[in-house]
Protein backbone atom coordinates (compact mmCIF):
# COMPACT_ATOMS: atom_id res chain seq x y z
CA UNK A 1 0.00 0.00 0.00
CA UNK A 2 0.93 3.73 -0.62
CA UNK A 3 0.19 6.29 2.42
CA UNK A 4 -1.19 9.49 1.09
CA UNK A 5 -1.29 12.59 2.87
CA UNK A 6 -3.61 15.62 1.92
CA UNK A 7 -2.80 19.47 2.03
CA UNK A 8 -3.41 22.80 1.08
CA UNK A 9 -7.29 22.69 2.19
CA UNK A 10 -8.60 26.42 4.11
CA UNK A 11 -10.71 29.06 3.94
CA UNK A 12 -11.21 31.21 0.75
CA UNK A 13 -14.28 33.37 -0.83
CA UNK A 14 -16.84 31.97 -3.08
CA UNK A 15 -15.02 32.50 -6.95
CA UNK A 16 -11.59 32.19 -5.11
CA UNK A 17 -9.24 29.28 -6.41
CA UNK A 18 -7.33 26.39 -4.17
CA UNK A 19 -4.44 23.61 -4.83
CA UNK A 20 -5.08 20.84 -2.61
CA UNK A 21 -1.77 18.60 -2.60
CA UNK A 22 -1.74 14.49 -1.96
CA UNK A 23 1.70 13.00 -1.11
CA UNK A 24 2.43 9.62 -1.68
CA UNK A 25 4.83 7.46 -0.04
CA UNK A 26 5.68 3.75 1.19
CA UNK A 27 5.57 2.01 -2.61
CA UNK A 28 6.02 2.68 -6.20
CA UNK A 29 3.57 5.95 -6.83
CA UNK A 30 3.52 5.32 -10.83
CA UNK A 31 1.96 2.18 -11.03
CA UNK A 32 -1.01 3.25 -9.36
CA UNK A 33 -4.49 5.05 -10.26
CA UNK A 34 -5.24 8.20 -7.98
CA UNK A 35 -8.08 9.81 -7.36
CA UNK A 36 -9.78 12.83 -4.98
CA UNK A 37 -12.88 12.58 -3.24
CA UNK A 38 -15.22 15.03 -0.98
CA UNK A 39 -17.74 14.63 1.53
CA UNK A 40 -19.76 17.91 2.97
CA UNK A 41 -21.46 17.68 6.45
CA UNK A 42 -24.44 14.99 6.36
CA UNK A 43 -23.40 14.08 3.17
CA UNK A 44 -21.98 10.88 1.46
CA UNK A 45 -18.58 10.90 -0.09
CA UNK A 46 -18.67 11.52 -3.72
CA UNK A 47 -15.90 11.39 -6.08
CA UNK A 48 -14.52 14.31 -7.16
CA UNK A 49 -12.06 13.41 -10.09
CA UNK A 50 -9.53 10.57 -11.02
CA UNK A 51 -6.16 10.29 -12.53
CA UNK A 52 -4.38 6.90 -14.31
CA UNK A 53 -0.65 6.50 -13.76
CA UNK A 54 0.11 7.85 -17.13
CA UNK A 55 -2.22 11.11 -17.47
CA UNK A 56 -5.67 10.21 -18.35
CA UNK A 57 -8.17 12.10 -16.01
CA UNK A 58 -12.27 11.85 -15.35
CA UNK A 59 -14.64 14.51 -13.57
CA UNK A 60 -17.56 14.26 -11.92
CA UNK A 61 -19.84 17.11 -13.71
CA UNK A 62 -20.29 19.20 -10.89
CA UNK A 63 -16.69 20.16 -10.96
CA UNK A 64 -16.05 20.24 -14.76
CA UNK A 65 -14.61 23.29 -16.41
CA UNK A 66 -13.17 24.45 -13.09
CA UNK A 67 -11.33 21.64 -11.30
CA UNK A 68 -8.11 20.38 -12.76
CA UNK A 69 -6.13 16.79 -11.44
CA UNK A 70 -2.99 16.15 -12.06
CA UNK A 71 -0.16 14.55 -11.40
CA UNK A 72 3.93 14.27 -10.52
CA UNK A 73 5.13 11.42 -10.42
CA UNK A 74 8.79 12.20 -10.09
CA UNK A 75 7.21 14.01 -6.81
CA UNK A 76 5.07 11.12 -5.72
CA UNK A 77 2.92 13.67 -5.46
CA UNK A 78 -0.96 14.62 -7.25
CA UNK A 79 -2.62 17.54 -7.39
CA UNK A 80 -6.68 19.27 -7.06
CA UNK A 81 -6.11 23.11 -8.73
CA UNK A 82 -10.17 24.48 -7.87
CA UNK A 83 -10.86 27.18 -9.47
CA UNK A 84 -14.54 29.36 -9.35
CA UNK A 85 -15.31 27.72 -5.53
CA UNK A 86 -18.34 27.48 -5.11
CA UNK A 87 -20.11 27.19 -1.38
CA UNK A 88 -21.29 23.82 -2.10
CA UNK A 89 -17.66 23.10 -2.75
CA UNK A 90 -17.01 23.13 0.85
CA UNK A 91 -16.41 19.83 2.36
CA UNK A 92 -13.63 17.14 3.21
CA UNK A 93 -11.61 16.53 0.84
CA UNK A 94 -9.64 13.06 0.48
CA UNK A 95 -7.11 11.20 -1.87
CA UNK A 96 -7.34 8.09 -2.71
CA UNK A 97 -5.08 5.47 -4.78
CA UNK A 98 -5.34 2.11 -6.07
CA UNK A 99 -4.18 -0.15 -9.27
CA UNK A 100 -6.60 0.25 -11.18
CA UNK A 101 -8.90 3.91 -12.11
CA UNK A 102 -11.95 1.88 -12.23
CA UNK A 103 -11.88 1.06 -8.05
CA UNK A 104 -10.78 4.32 -7.64
CA UNK A 105 -13.89 6.28 -8.93
CA UNK A 106 -16.05 3.60 -7.05
CA UNK A 107 -13.91 4.44 -4.31
CA UNK A 108 -14.24 1.02 -3.44
CA UNK A 109 -10.35 -0.19 -3.17
CA UNK A 110 -8.92 -3.07 -3.36
CA UNK A 111 -6.24 -4.26 -0.52
CA UNK A 112 -3.67 -2.50 -2.38
CA UNK A 113 -5.28 0.86 -2.01
CA UNK A 114 -5.14 3.82 0.76
CA UNK A 115 -7.11 6.34 1.53
CA UNK A 116 -5.35 9.86 2.94
CA UNK A 117 -7.14 11.41 6.04
CA UNK A 118 -8.38 14.78 4.29
CA UNK A 119 -8.21 18.55 4.30
CA UNK A 120 -11.17 20.56 5.10
CA UNK A 121 -12.07 23.19 1.94
CA UNK A 122 -14.63 25.69 3.27
CA UNK A 123 -15.87 28.13 0.68
CA UNK A 124 -17.82 31.38 2.13
CA UNK A 125 -20.24 33.26 -0.17
Known amino acids: QVQLVESGGRLVQAGGSLRLSCVASGRTFSGYAMGWFRQAPGKEREFVAACTWNGGTTYADSVKGRFTISRDNAKNTMYLQMNSLKPEDTAVYYC???????????????????WGQGTQVTVSS
Open 96 to 114: NADLTVRTVVAGSLSDFGS
